[in-house]
């Protein structure tokens, strides 16, 4: 990476880790960053599905968790590999002054799997619904870039790591949603 972006990223990051330090944040971001919190939703999106569209319901739920797995899949078990970027707790710079309000956690940083695969599935349901409900796209996005910033703010990840991630669950989303227009034309 050059260094003029490197150093850009680095002070990215501490502006989120550092400067919009504040208690609500440190309560909230933590929990929005936790798959577990969101079970509500994708049960919501499940039940929502199936009983909306029936048999093309089913299509939809199967390829909306493919896309995320094969998002999941790539991102960390191919690009991050590939990479080899370490983690904010483990960057020689950032390292002193980052703020871990979680644990670091293990492996690379480079894509944020998170932003990977919400952004996979936030574009997913984008491309399929946009037409029918024209405010799903910022529902969506905010849900997905909602979970991305807090993956910066309790310091596992760097924002490039989290835009990049975006970027490609963004492309992973919208090829699964071509397939799905495939297998489902006139949807």
């Given at each position: 990476?050059?260094?003029?972006?490197?150093?850009?990223?680095?002070?990215?990051?501490?502006?989120?880790?550092?400067?919009?330090?504040?208690?609500?944040?440190?309560?909230?971001?933590?929990?929005?960053?936790?798959?577990?919190?969101?079970?509500?939703?994708?049960?919501?999106?499940?039940?929502?599905?199936?009983?909306?569209?029936?048999?093309?319901?089913?299509?939809?739920?199967?390829?909306?968790?493919?896309?995320?797995?094969?998002?999941?899949?790539?991102?960390?078990?191919?690009?991050?590999?590939?990479?080899?970027?370490?983690?904010?707790?483990?960057?020689?710079?950032?390292?002193?002054?980052d703020i871990e309000r979680v644990s670091c956690g293990t492996g690379y940083s480079f894509p944020?799997?998170?932003?990977?695969?919400?952004?996979?599935?936030?574009?997913?349901?984008?491309?399929?619904?946009?037409?029918?409900?024209?405010?799903?796209?910022?529902?969506?996005?905010?849900?997905?870039?909602?979970?991305?910033?807090?993956?910066?703010?309790?310091?596992?990840?760097?924002?490039?790591?989290?835009?990049?991630?975006?970027?490609?669950?963004?492309?992973?989303?919208?090829?699964?949603?071509?397939?799905?227009?495939?297998?489902?034309?006139?949807?």
């Amino acid at each position: 990476m050059p260094d003029y972006l490197l150093q850009l990223d680095r002070h990215l990051f501490y502006f989120i880790n550092h400067d919009l330090t504040n208690p609500f944040f440190d309560w909230i971001m933590p929990w929005l960053r936790n798959p577990k919190f969101w079970i509500p939703l994708y049960l919501f999106i499940i039940g929502f599905c199936i009983y909306k569209f029936k048999k093309q319901g089913l299509i939809i739920v199967l390829l909306l968790a493919l896309s995320a797995g094969f998002a999941d899949f790539t991102s960390a078990s191919i690009v991050k590999p590939l990479v080899k970027r370490a983690r904010p707790c483990r960057d020689t710079v950032v390292s002193i002054t980052d703020i871990e309000r979680v644990s670091c956690g293990t492996g690379y940083s480079f894509p944020s799997t998170h932003a990977t695969d919400h952004f996979a599935m936030a574009f997913f349901l984008i491309v399929l619904f946009h037409k029918r409900w024209r405010w799903i796209w910022l529902w969506a996005i905010l849900w997905a870039g909602t979970i991305s910033f807090a993956q910066v703010y309790v310091g596992v990840h760097f924002p490039i790591d989290v835009f990049c991630g975006a970027l490609y669950g963004i492309l992973v989303g919208w090829m699964f949603a071509l397939l799905f227009k495939k297998i489902q034309p006139g949807f």
